[in-house]
């Protein structure tokens, strides 16, 4: 990929992501809850260069089962349990809306 296609995707994922926040926002979640979703879709971001607009549930699950499995890796490093993993794992990949109209 280019780098004006890189920018292009980072500038549209950034567009996304603070729809995204204020969504989360006005639906009124807790801000834990708020955090570890939009660190997943930071990841998620990260993962495929910033273009998730069209991903699959199935790719979807790939990655958030390898996120899981990191997080529990690294908690186990430092002595937490994987409880301490965050509300993302509790959310089905079904459910997930990577981006709110």
């Known amino acids: 990929m280019t780098t ?3 920018t292009a995707s980072k500038a ?3 567009r996304q992501y603070q729809t995204h926040l204020k969504h989360l926002k006005r639906k009124g979640l807790q801000p834990k809850t708020i ?3 939009s660190r997943a879709i930071r990841r998620i ?6 273009q998730i607009d069209s991903l699959t549930e199935a790719q979807l699950t790939d990655c958030f089962s390898e996120l899981i499995a990191m997080d529990a890796v690294a908690a ?4 937490a349990s994987t409880g301490d993993l965050g509300r993302v794992s509790e959310v089905p990949v079904s459910r997930c809306e990577v981006w709110q109209a």
């Open 35 to 37: 955090d570890a979703y």
């Open 4 to 6: 004006a296609a890189t």
């Open 45 to 50: 971001g990260l993962r495929f260069d910033h």
């Open 12 to 14: 549209h994922f950034d």
């Open 76 to 79: 186990a490093g430092m002595g």
